[in-house]
């Protein structure tokens, strides 16, 4: 099997929580390393959840890095409902896994040169504000050559904010890095609020999860439980959404998904708007599409393979 090369620049965070576990049980990926950002919590949070997490997994060997702990210019925004710690209120055991002694940006910067050099590009996996990715391309832009594409969570058009009235948590905590990566001239393919609410944690289905009888699927429930927002009256039902793992859903199973291209912008100057993003959806504009905006998942599809996947745990050694 050819496997994804993928780096996943995160800020776990219940929902990138479940995305790494879905990663660490699917052998079609090849997780080359896991950059983590100040996002959700505080990056000794992050950092701690992440090294806890692939523990969790059973998954020792996959390298961890520290990255930035603030966003470029704004003061840190945290996320609503991750709790103090960053998993809800699920305690895992203190990790035994160090972080690299590197830097998450000089790890992203030799390894996606690196990947230029050999033409055996990286697909970059952002669920979290694009402080690392920023940075590492400000220090040197020669990475783009190294990246097949940057898939991300983030933004939103019709479900226009979660954080703000205007955005969605990851492009508000960190808009001038955003507005970086969009203006890198990298493909982009973008998941934002509009898709990855149609993907609801319902108690049916967080149901199905605890009947899983491994630990790992245990946990996934315990935080989807948590993760409810009971807010009936904007999505339709219980249950929170899950909008990091869709990330892995697509690459894994694109048929699944539809959507648009488009020229996508970063609003960063106005308070009002912070982090909104603008797209050009009927080339008002003249400038050509800068992401594939998916807009149509088939959510239950996402579910079962989500299952399916944790009912791998434990791994094969
Ligand atoms: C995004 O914000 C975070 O709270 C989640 O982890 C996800 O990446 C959703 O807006
Ligand atoms: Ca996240």
Redesign the pocket.
């Given at each position: 099997m050819t496997r994804l090369p993928i780096i996943i620049d995160t800020?776990?965070?219940?929902?990138?929580a479940v995305a790494i576990l879905l990663v660490l049980a699917s052998p079609e990926f090849d997780l080359l390393g896991l950059t983590v950002v100040s996002?959700?919590v505080p990056l000794e949070d992050t950092l701690r959840n992440t090294l806890q997490v692939c523990e969790l997994a059973g998954r020792t060997d996959v390298p961890v890095f520290a990255g930035c702990d603030r966003p470029l210019l704004r003061q840190p925004v945290r996320?609503?409902?991750?709790g103090r710690e960053g998993l809800g209120g699920v305690v895992l055991p203190p990790p035994r896994l160090a972080p690299q002694p590197v830097h998450a940006v000089d790890f992203l910067v030799k390894s996606l040169l690196e990947a230029g050099r050999t033409g055996e590009k990286i697909t970059l996996c952002a669920?979290?504000p694009l402080t690392n990715v920023a940075v590492a391309l400000a220090h040197s832009p020669g990475i783009a050559a190294g990246i097949e594409r940057i898939v991300l969570?983030?933004g939103g058009f019709r479900e226009l904010g979660?954080?703000s009235i205007a955005a969605?948590?990851?492009i508000l905590v960190d808009p001038h890095a955003a507005s970086i990566v969009y203006e890198a001239g990298i493909p982009i393919t973008m998941l934002p609020?509009d898709l990855?609410h149609q993907a609801l944690a319902t108690p049916k289905r967080v149901e199905r999860l605890r009947a899983i009888d491994n630990p790992v699927a245990q946990v996934v429930a315990d935080i989807l439980t948590i993760w409810d927002r009971k807010d009936i009256d904007r999505f339709g039902e219980l249950g929170g959404?899950l909008?990091?793992p869709l990330v892995f859903d697509y690459l894994l199973a694109p048929d699944r998904y539809s959507g648009r291209a488009a020229r996508v912008w970063i609003e960063h100057t106005s308070e009002l708007t912070m982090g909104q993003t603008v797209a050009d959806w009927w080339g008002k504009t003249g400038e050509k599409p800068n992401a594939e905006v998916l807009t149509k998942v088939d959510a239950q599809g996402f579910f079962d393979l989500l299952g399916e996947r944790l009912a791998r745990y434990p791994l094969p050694a």
């Open positions: 800020d776990p965070g219940i929902d990138d996002g959700n996320g609503l409902f991750s669920l979290g969570m983030g979660n954080r969605e948590f990851n609020l990855t959404p909008h990091d």
